[in-house]
């Protein structure tokens, strides 16, 4: 049979142009950001794969929705809509709008978690467990063995070991465990799905222990294409039944709408316990903003509505995954190391193996990704143990099994030309790799240091990229 190729379901209307820059230049922009891509001025930077989150293009529809802000105080026009909408298709009872995802796991961590408290979870997520910290709690990882493994082919490497979870039930007991914190598409793990089949199962260990189990709901609608085109029994289900199939098996989700939900910024919480939700209205007031508004304005509330809507059409999700895997088949075909299946919103490069000539307390992970801005203006992240910080009790650096540096596909926004160049460069990183050296931190801030840490290459010649000999 001939090929048959997806293509993006919507054709370019407006665009925005992008500043090239020469190698010498970017030297220098990555030197003065102490080689931390956060800290890159995004003007310098040529192809921006450093997040998904809030970075994807919206729709015309969600544009011609921003004109029907009803700016109101309280009881906005906008607040109702998205409220019908996150009901219809995330199906819970109490939706309170937030300014972005951790404004509602701020609320929720507050709302639950006691001094001393466990809060399980499918591997953490940073802001996620920092909240959890915050409030008091400790974060217990209980997924499973295949996520840490960068090679395991497994189709679900986000699910839960059952056994992990019962273990540490018996260990600290029920009742310091507020809730379990179920994440989808688990993002630290290089976007790895969970199975419907595991969803079940951690709700019902979770109903017999008389713990609540929500749902981190930010990367649901991918994980639900992995449902539809990996487990079996869902192949002829549409995406929005199986995101309400998953919603339905927890209690309540914190939602990041910088992600799946294709606006610029917000996020909500949803509960279906009537008595939390009314702590969470009073909470949202504080922290926020009123609950018909969370921190935003209704013109982001009427995006957040369409976009979700937009979010679970098939051609759509199937696109977005789609070019994902184009590029990590192009890398892959290279030899490239990279967490495998890949997942649903980047590539995650291994960059242990791929500097397999670093050692880790050099942070292979910063240094490659700061190389590869050096090498073509691609901004990546790192994802390793400048990300993972330290040990909440000893203090130490946590040095995490997967190093990895983050390639983050925004949604909507680049072409399958762009992917071409990106891999182009990794790959000639890849076949140069032992001109790459490494870091040392100079400047370490107190919580999620990854964003603002800066660094200085331990080479003598004061590079992190050898460029000699590369002609670009
Ligand atoms: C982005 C993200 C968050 C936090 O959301 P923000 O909108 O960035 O505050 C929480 N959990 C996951 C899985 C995420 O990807």
Redesign the pocket.
């Known amino acids: 049979m001939s090929r048959r190729s997806w293509a993006e379901p919507f054709k370019i209307k407006m665009v925005e142009p992008l500043q090239m820059t020469t190698p010498e230049e970017r030297e220098r922009a990555i030197a003065e950001a102490g080689y931390n891509t956060f800290l890159l001025r995004s003007r310098d930077v040529y192809i921006d794969l450093l997040t998904d ?1 809030g970075t994807s293009a919206m729709s015309d529809r969600q544009w011609a929705g921003m004109m029907l802000g009803d700016e109101a105080y309280a009881g906005s026009e906008n607040y109702y809509h998205l409220e019908e909408v996150v009901r219809r298709y995330y199906g819970y009872r109490h939706v309170v709008p937030t300014h ?3 404004g509602a ?1 701020h609320m929720l961590s507050r709302m639950l978690i006691k001094p001393g408290d466990v809060v399980p979870g499918n591997m953490y ?1 940073t ?2 467990r920092a909240h959890q910290e915050l409030a008091g709690g400790r974060f217990a990882d209980v997924i499973c063995d295949a996520a840490h493994d960068a090679s395991s082919e497994a189709p679900f490497k986000g699910n839960v070991d059952l056994e992990k979870f019962e273990r540490l039930v018996a260990k600290v007991g029920a009742a310091r465990i507020p809730y379990f914190c179920l ?1 989808c598409c688990v ?1 630290m793990a290089g976007g790895q799905p969970v199975s419907l089949g595991n969803i079940e199962a951690v709700s019902a260990a979770c109903r017999r222990h008389g713990i609540r189990l929500m749902l ?1 709901a ?2 649901a609608v991918e994980n639900a294409w992995f449902i539809q085109q990996r487990e079996p029994g869902y192949a002829s289900w549409s995406i929005a039944d199986i995101l309400l199939r998953i919603c339905s098996f927890t209690d309540g989700c ?1 939602n ?1 709408a ?2 799946d939900c294709l606006v610029n910024i917000g ?1 909500f919480l949803c509960l279906n316990d009537d008595a939390l939700a009314e702590e969470a209205r009073n909470l949202v007031v504080l922290f926020e903003g009123l609950h018909t508004y969370g921190g935003l304005a209704g013109r982001d509330l009427e995006a957040m509505a369409i976009g979700i809507t937009e979010s679970v059409r098939q051609e759509h999700i199937h696109a977005r995954v789609g070019q994902v895997e184009y590029l990590g088949d192009l890398l892959t075909r290279a030899g490239v190391p990279i967490v495998r299946p890949v997942g649903g919103h980047g590539i995650f490069i291994n960059a242990a193996e791929f500097l397999d000539h670093m050692p880790r307390e050099e942070f292979p992970a910063q240094a490659l990704a700061a190389a590869l801005y050096i090498d073509s203006g691609v901004r990546a992240m790192e994802r390793g143990a400048v990300s993972a910080g330290r040990d909440a009790d000893t203090g130490k650096n946590i040095y995490p099994s997967l190093e990895l540096v983050r390639l983050t596909i925004p949604r909507r926004v680049y072409t399958q030309a762009h992917m071409d160049v990106t891999a182009e460069s990794v790959i000639s990183l890849f076949e140069n790799r032992s001109r790459v050296s490494g870091l040392r931190m100079t400047f370490e801030p107190k919580y999620l240091r990854f964003f603002q840490a800066r660094f200085e290459p331990v080479h003598p010649s004061g590079r992190v990229l050898d460029r000699a000999g590369a002609g670009r």
Request: aromatic share 6%; glycine share 12%; charged share 35%.
């Open positions: 989150s972005q995802g951790r796991e997520f802001t996620t994440q993002n981190d930010t990367r914190t990041s910088k992600k996020g």
